[in-house]
């Protein structure tokens, strides 16, 4: 009965196999391996203090299991509870050294107590278990950019980069430490916000023959929208944001996406190829797309951040409060690229550019390249929508 669990399991038919798991757990309370397998179903299901309590018995039951407690950990963690989860880490890596995913769990656990140089050197050991992994060279990046390493950490993005040149966080990672280890030009030409941001007017779908009219239904669509809350994540600050906004298959559904997939086609065709430019060598021929509404009130803004998953990225406003756009309260609303991540300590001031928004306005831009939205203050709210292309296949 456990290994036809564990065949359901591995299938992703999670709930059948929670259901074997728990007749085998009837049988044999103490059976470890159900406790276990149970407990990392519960993780993927996201309950996580009954993953935690599973996996806690199966531990009691078989302390000298390392994948145990390694899963243990990663419960813990996702119940905040970084201290016990560092502890559970580094039970595995004392059972078994070479532990896959320990060290690398285990530097994220120490990263959020605030240990960055603990982090920083679980993190090589990660690496120097999966060499050929870009991710890992990548996490290690994002750790030396914390820590204030940057010449470390221009070593780590350019391992990553070598094993995946398109790597879109690696190239803003890059771009950063290039500036704080005294290149300004190269890091302004890894950029290249002179030839990759674009500002156009809404394509205007079949069946709507008015940019006002169209904008004014979209900006209902987000406010309407069942899936609008308040995000968990710092990113949006004073607003919410909507789930997908390309499901269902209404007129609002089909008018974005083919406004989305227009915009990125001529983006992505008129960009003037590089082959010297990790991004603009080339592009993808196919992708998917994401997208999302977001609706900032007073004091509302977002941080700087990037899109990694995507290769094209871009925003179109549909209502502003009436004092955006015009110039006043020194850029406040308005979108600013080239910013740097609040968590890395530079000393370099970056050179940013700056956009007013206007209702009816798309910007395009790169998924590598850091902006945020600068607050602003106004009893009105600031209505957009946000959009991913995410590539397909290998750019070419």
């Known amino acids: ?11 992703g038919e999670l709930a059948r196999a929670e259901v074997l798991y728990e007749e085998v757990l009837a049988r044999a309370p103490e059976q470890p391996d159900a406790l276990h397998l149970l407990g990392v179903l519960c993780i993927q299901r996201e309950r ?28 813990l963690r996702a119940l905040g509870r970084e201290a016990d ?9 004392a059972l078994n050294p070479a532990h896959p995913n320990a060290s690398y769990n285990l530097a994220v656990a120490l990263r959020n107590l605030g240990r960055l140089g603990a982090a920083v050197d679980s993190m090589r050991d990660a690496v120097a278990r999966e060499p050929g992994s870009a991710e890992r060279h990548l996490d290690l990046a994002g750790l030396l950019m914390e820590s204030g390493r940057f010449t470390e950490a221009l070593a780590a993005c350019d391992a990553c980069l070598a094993l995946a040149p398109r790597s879109r966080l690696a190239i803003s990672y890059k771009a950063v430490a290039l500036a704080e280890c005294q290149q300004p030009d190269a890091s302004a030409r890894l950029l290249a916000m002179d030839r990759v941001i674009r500002v156009r007017r809404l394509p205007l779908p079949p069946g709507w023959h008015s940019e006002a009219a169209l904008c004014a239904a979209l900006a209902r669509y987000v406010c309407e929208h069942p899936t609008l809350h308040e995000p968990a994540t710092r990113a949006t600050t004073h607003g919410r944001q909507t789930g997908e906004l390309l499901t269902g298959g209404d007129e609002h559904a089909l008018a974005l996406e083919y406004l989305i997939n227009t915009a990125v ?14 991004y603009l060598a080339g592009h993808p021929q196919r992708w998917s797309l994401t997208a999302w509404g977001v609706v900032l009130n007073d004091q509302g803004h977002q941080v700087p951040h990037a899109h990694p998953s995507g290769w094209a990225s871009g925003v179109f406003y549909l209502s502003l409060p009436r004092t955006i756009g015009s110039g006043e309260g020194d ?3 308005w979108i600013e690229f080239g910013c740097v991540p609040e968590e890395f300590p530079v000393t370099v001031v970056p050179s940013v550019r700056r956009l007013a928004p206007e209702e009816g306005l798309m910007v395009l831009f790169p998924s590598y390249l850091q902006h945020r939205t600068i607050p602003f203050r106004s009893g009105e709210p600031r209505i957009s929508i946000a959009f991913d292309a995410r590539p397909l296949e290998d750019a070419s």
Do not use: C, K, W
């Open 85 to 93: 989860a560092a502890q559970a880490f580094q039970r595995a890596l």
């Open 48 to 75: 996580f203090q009954r993953a935690v309590d599973l996996i806690a018995a199966a531990v009691r039951a078989s302390p000298d299991n390392p994948d145990f407690h390694s899963n243990l950990g990663v419960g």
């Open 1 to 11: 009965m456990l290994s036809e669990a564990l065949r359901l399991h591995g299938a």
């Open 265 to 278: 086609t001529e983006y992505l065709d008129t960009l003037v190829r590089d082959p010297t430019h990790p």
């Open 331 to 333: 850029a406040a609303g």
